[in-house]
């Protein structure tokens, strides 16, 4: 069946320095959603992306999504404490199950 | 917009009792409704699908008969776990949406214990 990958699967960065997560599927995907889950929280939609090799941009978060609608990526610039917690992708392919990758924990020293 | 709300938000019950979590989509119709189960720091792994007025689709794996599944409603889905038992405790997430290629909304969860 369909899978996601992520990695890394965590990640401890010191406050400033760039983060990157990166998602693979198995088969092309229809979209690929981006979540992040604080600490005891619930996933909270980030963005959608639709179209190959689309790019989109929230502040200092970068997403992408690859050519062939197969990965994914999504970049945080100087990153800061607020931005701890677990980021999921998650995949939608033909049908209207989404595929969650396995979460990327992003841990941020101050 | 797109406010999914979930309740109880945690909840200990003993072996064998039953529990009914509530999902509901507070300012849209939701035409299908997701049920996630996550353990400590692992990722969502799907339960159901339910859509309004038909039976939850259930994912391989998945007790039908202990996890009743109800989706009453555009706005409503209910999950209980029958006959509860200390491995069935877990982090139960509910999600939904408008329509088929429209985000997921989440729920804020509900932690089970089942001592």
């Known amino acids: 069946g369909q899978q996601v990958m992520q990695i890394p699967q965590y990640q401890h960065v010191q406050e400033g320095e760039d983060f990157t997560t990166y998602c693979n599927s198995s088969?092309?995907?229809?979209?690929i959603q981006w979540y992040k889950q604080r600490p005891g929280g619930h996933p909270v939609f980030l963005i959608q992306?639709?179209?190959?090799?689309e790019v989109k941009k929230q502040k200092r978060l970068t997403f992408q999504f690859g050519e062939a609608k197969k990965n994914s990526s999504l970049h945080i610039t100087a990153t800061q404490t607020t931005d701890v917690g677990t980021y999921f992708c998650?995949?939608?392919?033909?049908?209207?199950?989404?595929?969650f990758g396995s979460g990327t924990r992003l841990l941020v020293r101050p | 917009g797109a406010v999914v709300s979930q309740h109880p938000s945690w909840v200990i019950c003993k072996s064998g009792t039953s529990v009914k979590i509530e999902c509901r989509s507070l300012d849209f119709q939701a035409t299908t409704m997701f049920w996630y189960r996550q353990f400590p720091k692992q990722s969502l792994m799907l339960m159901a699908t339910?859509?309004?007025?038909?039976?939850?689709?259930?994912e391989q794996g998945v007790e039908k008969d202990k996890f009743l599944i109800n989706h009453a409603s555009l706005t409503l889905s209910t999950l209980t776990v029958t006959s509860a038992h200390p491995e069935d405790s877990s982090f139960y997430i509910c999600?939904?949406?408008?329509?088929?290629?429209?985000?997921?909304?989440f729920g804020p969860g509900t932690r089970l214990t089942v001592t």
């Open positions: 088969t092309t995907l229809s979209n």
């Open positions: 339910s859509n309004e007025g038909s039976k939850a689709t259930y």
């Open positions: 999600s939904a949406i408008q329509t088929g290629d429209r985000p997921q909304y």
């Open positions: 998650a995949g939608k392919g033909s049908s209207y199950k989404l595929i």
């Open positions: 992306l639709v179209k190959s090799g």
